[in-house]
């Protein structure tokens, strides 16, 4: 055998450890994860709060107690994460919350949430209206065809 075959088998063999090994981890991981969000789900408590407001930040300037800061890893103490600020009571709160439900998160309104300890699970709205999304960006391409419909008279579609 040449030595460009036999260097191909041992980069194949290591591949094959390497793809095992990582499926090996994630299905332990996504156990891990499911265990963690059945404790979660069954000690979720719904409370009425008033969102102030809510901010993607580090977890060192996000407010949060010293002890939930200190035991994060290092690694993700850099990272970024969803902060939402509220009023529960007559006391102000900073709370994580899922990502999922972020963008739902309306500010300056009274909800109802599902809360499990400092980490928010789930919102619905109590008081007023829905708030409007804001319209979504228009892609380059799209402007310009709005802009070309526009100059050859022909009514945008909605």
């Given amino acids: 055998m040449s030595t460009l075959s036999i260097v191909l088998l041992v980069i194949l063999a290591v591949l ?23 404790q979660m789900e069954a000690a979720k ?9 809510k901010k993607r930040m580090k977890i060192k300037d996000s407010g949060l107690p010293q002890m939930v800061i200190d035991q994060t890893p290092k690694l993700m103490r850099g990272s970024k994460l969803p902060i939402v600020k509220a009023k529960i009571g ?60 526009e100059k050859a008279g022909v009514k945008p579609v909605k």
């Fill in 16 to 38: 094959i450890i390497v793809i095992a090994v990582l499926y090996f981890l994630g299905k332990k991981a996504q156990k891990k994860q499911a265990e963690q969000q059945e």
């Fill in 45 to 53: 408590q719904t409370v009425s709060m008033l969102i102030i407001d």
């Fill in 90 to 149: 007559p006391q102000i709160m900073s709370l994580v919350c899922d990502e999922k439900i972020f963008d739902k998160v309306p500010v300056k309104k009274e909800v109802k949430a599902s809360v499990s300890g400092i980490y928010i699970l789930d919102v619905k709205g109590l008081r007023g209206n829905k708030q409007a999304e804001p319209p979504k960006k228009q892609g380059v391409f799209k402007r310009a065809w709005a802009m070309a419909k």
